[in-house]
């Protein structure tokens, strides 16, 4: 026969497994719960479409009729996303202002870290029975309001623990989602800069494209104008000529001679390539030593030498001239035709003449040279034609620049045409 004691025992047996039971089927339905949420939750990777799956599957779980869900930047002080279920239109200007309110208040802002339950705020509508704060990164943080239960029955520390898991689950899903957001918006602007970036190498294309015509005409300019001029153009290219002015050079003026009598004897084409030749090297001379060749005449050069420094620009003409007489000797070796060097003359002067662009008006239109005009271009030309049998002569001023180094003799002094004194010329 069965005591009291037994039966009280078993009673209380029963009572134990009735509580297991009762936990076991809790934690079931948490569990069961937490995997429909999950699945829900980790279905999207957009944000308002994880809040409201959230959402619905909590309130669907919890038998709850009205409940919101928000998230709020909080460098900038403003809700991003907002999802309310069950209310009344009218009421989400109210829920979204009560939200921002309650995650701005220091004295809550510490809460979002464990998310304790708060229920019944005055800040928040009747409707409104608990709230539990939560955060996602630290410049994002959430809010979940919940209605009352349809059974009428207060959330207790069960119904918290279930949502701090779900809450916990929803972080991680929003997190993949703005992970997911930045990665969309990278690809985004990496697109836009692809397409910046395409912009921009058919503009640096047609540009290149530009400046391969723009240096095809320089270089087939420079066949034909001054290099002066060509630099005043590049510095200018609206076509704004600065206005002559006075300054220092050194004028080499430059004549083969007996060319007419050459041109007789060989004939006007040998002749042509004879002096293209020739002249080709000169202009190498020229240019290695900063010479500008202002004017050319069939067998003669004006070239002219601007360098600031006066000793400079009349050293620079002098080596060009001796370059000039050294280059005749050699390629005389090169041309069968020829039995001894051309006779090339040349006359420099240096000094101060006025420098720059001129202008001629004409009615076939207008044309510009660049050049020295003066006393100073007179004297150089009129020494160049006093030389002979490739005579290299100077004025005292070219002279005197360069007597430290080299020796030029004197020829004693000479009535020059057109000129009221005589000139002293010397000889290199």
Not at 225 to 235: D, G, L, Y
């Amino acid at each position: 026969m069965i005591t009291q004691d037994e039966v009280e025992q078993l009673r209380a047996s029963l009572k134990e497994a009735d509580h297991i039971q009762s936990e076991l089927d809790r934690r079931i339905f948490y569990l069961k719960t937490l995997y429909d949420v999950s699945k829900d939750i980790y279905s999207s990777i957009e944000t308002d479409s994880i809040l409201r799956n959230f959402l619905l599957m909590s309130m669907g779980n919890f038998g709850v009729m009205e409940a919101f869900v928000l998230l709020m930047d909080m460098p900038a002080k403003e809700i991003t996303h907002f999802v309310p279920i069950g209310f009344d239109d009218t009421k989400f200007a109210s829920l979204q202002k009560s939200g921002m309110k309650f995650l701005l208040n220091e004295a809550y802002q510490g809460l979002s870290a464990n998310g304790p339950a708060l229920r019944r705020l005055k800040m928040f509508p009747p409707s409104v029975e608990y709230v539990l704060p939560f955060s996602v990164e630290a410049d994002c943080l959430g809010l979940l309001g919940m209605g009352p239960k349809m059974v009428g029955d207060p959330y207790n520390e069960n119904d918290k623990e279930l949502l701090d898991t779900l809450l916990n689950n929803l972080v991680v899903a929003l997190k993949n989602a703005r992970s997911f957001e930045e990665i969309k918006q990278l690809n985004k602007d990496l697109q836009d800069k692809n397409v910046q970036l395409g912009a921009a190498l058919s503009q640096l294309s047609a540009s290149m494209k530009k400046v391969e015509i723009l240096e095809s005409v320089k270089e087939n300019l420079s066949k034909f104008v001054p290099v002066t001029v060509s630099r005043m153009i590049e510095k200018s290219p609206t076509g704004d000529i600065p206005e002559s002015k006075r300054q220092d050079l050194s004028i080499l003026f430059l004549d083969i001679e007996g060319y007419t009598k050459l041109c007789e004897k060989l004939g006007s084409s040998e002749t042509s390539e004879i002096i293209e030749k020739h002249f080709s090297v000169f202009m190498d001379a020229i240019y290695t030593n900063n010479g500008d060749v202002n004017e050319t005449a069939g067998d003669g050069l004006m070239v002219l030498f601007l360098n600031e420094d006066e000793k400079t620009n009349a050293l620079e003409a002098v080596r060009t001239a001796l370059s000039i007489r050294e280059e005749t000797v050699r390629i005389c070796k090169e041309c069968p035709v020829l039995y001894r060097p051309l006779d090339i003359n040349m006359g420099i002067n240096s000094g101060q003449a006025l420098v720059g662009a001129a202008k001629f008006d004409t009615y076939s239109g207008s044309r510009w040279t660049y050049t020295a005009r003066g006393i100073l271009t007179n004297v150089a030309a009129r020494i160049g034609a006093q030389a002979s049998g490739g005579g290299i002569y100077l004025s005292r001023t070219t002279a005197d620049r360069v007597k430290e180094h080299l020796s030029p003799s004197t020829r004693g002094k000479f009535k020059l045409k057109n000129v009221s004194e005589e000139i002293e010329i010397f000889e290199l």
